[in-house]
């Protein structure tokens, strides 16, 4: 999608490593908007010091969103650690039945928050009453498994 969509809305998308983040700030350029990453990333592993990152971005005025898909808000809290947007795989560890599938997105501010609810309204992509109950029950069990 990054490399093949994105340029269809001029949008320009450049590629670095983020767990050197000195190599970030040398990719950040004035049109610099959002940097993303994901950590731990899948499937090496490799984390990024996300307190860091989330400095760099915020003193050149840059959000950053986390895909923390691979691990799950009881481990590591992107949010607390200065990430802006945050989003979470629900299917892998929100679920913890198997029995749904799903995405979770997780904002700091309340801007940011009324975008993505609008979106959702937008087009459509909330989840049904019944995959919301799914993932709920999941969730309270979530810090056991």
Known sequence: LLTQDCNQSGITVVFGDTTDVPSIEKLITPRTRLIHTESPSNPRMRITDLRELAALAHRH????C?????????????????????????????????????????????????????????????????????FLR????????
Not at 78 to 91: E, F, K, N, Q, R
Not at 101 to 121: I, K, M, P, W
């Open 61 to 64: 005025g840059v959000l950053l």
């Open 66 to 134: 986390v895909d923390s898909t691979m691990m799950p808000p009881v481990i590591c809290k992107p949010l607390v650690l200065g990430a802006d947007i945050v989003v979470h795989s629900a299917t892998k560890f929100f679920s913890g039945h198997a029995d749904c599938t799903g995405g979770l997105v997780c904002v700091r501010s309340s801007e940011l928050a009324h975008r993505v609810a609008f979106l959702q309204n937008a087009e459509g992509t909330a989840l049904a009453p019944f995959e919301c109950f799914l």
């Open 138 to 145: 999941g969730i309270k069990t979530m810090h056991l498994r």
